[in-house]
């Protein structure tokens, strides 16, 4: 399994701030999707890669792919060479809901209290539960219990 870092969707932003190459990301994305799980993280820093349009284009790259690989997107917190404030929550919430209207499983992560439970993209039932342990007990013989959708493995 692989978490990959997409840092932002803009070869500008790759540029500027990572000093590399968005394509040469997007294309170890493409080559470890067809060998392994994957799961991408989007970590937003506001002001600098917290554009909607730029998240729904990201949500629809990936959905080119699988729209149920899972997308974490994290908040920023200033460190090390960035005192950029911490990314709003409410940004989170928007951009991650942008997402969903794309892709099956997106989770807000460094946001304390945030439900990252796993839901069926079909019935909205709960299929995963993340407290203290993980508990996949809205599945059963690899289909939501409530409407029988086929669960794709990669959220397994």
Sequence with gaps: AMNIDIK????DF???????SLSDVLRT???SAGRCHIEITNLIIHGLNDDIQDMKRLARWIANISPDIP?????YFPNYRMDIPAS???????????????LNYVYIGN???TDNDTYCP?????????????????IRDGKCKSC???VSNIIL
């Excluded at 790759?14 to 590399?20: A, E, L, S």
């Excluded at 997308?71 to 908040?75: A, E, G, T």
């Excluded at 407290?131 to 007990?137: E, T």
């Design 8 to 11: 932002a969707f803009t070869e």
């Design 14 to 20: 790759y540029r500027r701030i990572c000093k590399g």
């Design 29 to 31: 994305v493409e080559i």
């Design 71 to 75: 997308l974490h997107i994290s908040r």
């Design 88 to 102: 709003p929550i409410d940004v989170l919430f928007s951009l991650a809901d942008a997402a969903r209207q794309i």
């Design 111 to 113: 946001v304390p209290g």
């Design 122 to 138: 079909q019935c909205g039932s709960r299929l995963i539960e993340r407290k203290y342990k993980i508990s996949a007990n809205g």
């Design 148 to 150: 029988h959708r086929t």
